[in-house]
């Protein structure tokens, strides 16, 4: 019988067999550079059914993965992988996606992993600053990251408190890839990441 575009796709690629057919060099366990930002160290994980990046979030199945590298829409590269693989399938069926596969659960889940994640690491910084670094008295120069940390910890703790009761709705947007916020936050992250590793490099060398 004759399967639809998204079902032969489905069934017969894994992300990490289009991910190398595009030119993405995977490593051990299917970890890769992310294509997706700039990645100084493999952080983007290659399952079978979906990917997930450790350093920025991305997350998808096979379809968006190629979707999203060539900048063009699911069903455009649905038909691409197709072409690409040889994939035999019936063009008479349309194209729509089931709503809730159980790779969409995961990926839901992948992201609000992620999320949450993001949200407790910047929190834990924010609350350690508040300590270290407070002045010492009313006259002394006030460090950058203690006021920082006053501005950010009320709103952060409040888009904690919306992951944890809010509604679904609530939820499900603010763990989506595309809230500002978020994506906000993690590039804060990583920027501090960032400069941890020069502080040790210089301590090391000196
Ligand atoms: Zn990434």
């Known amino acids: ?91 008479h069926i349309p194209y729509v996606l089931p709503k809730r596969t159980a790779t969409a659960v995961q990926i839901q889940k992948q992201r609000e992993r992620y999320t949450y994640d993001v949200l407790v690491r910047y929190h834990r910084q924010l609350q350690e600053w508040l300590v270290m670094c407070a002045p010492d008295s009313p006259e002394s120069d006030i460090d950058p990251r203690y006021v920082e940390a006053i501005h950010q910890k009320d709103y952060v703790e409040y888009l904690m408190d919306t992951f944890l009761t809010g509604s679904l709705e609530e939820r499900t947007s603010l763990c989506s890839e595309r809230n500002p916020n978020i994506r906000r936050i993690a590039h804060r992250l990583a920027q501090l990441t960032n400069e941890n590793k020069t502080l040790s490099m210089e301590s090391i060398s000196r």
């Open 1 to 91: 019988m004759a399967q639809s575009l998204f079902e032969v796709v489905k069934q017969s690629v894994t992300t990490k067999a289009v991910a190398e057919h595009y030119g993405i060099e995977v490593k051990r366990g299917g970890m890769a550079k992310c294509p997706f930002h700039p990645d100084q160290s493999p952080s983007l994980k290659l399952n079978d059914d979906y990917y997930y990046c450790f350093g920025c979030g991305a997350t998808g199945d096979a379809i968006d993965f190629v979707a999203r590298l060539f900048q063009i829409s699911n069903k455009d590269a649905a038909e691409k992988i197709a072409a690409d693989f040889g994939l035999q399938y019936d063009s």
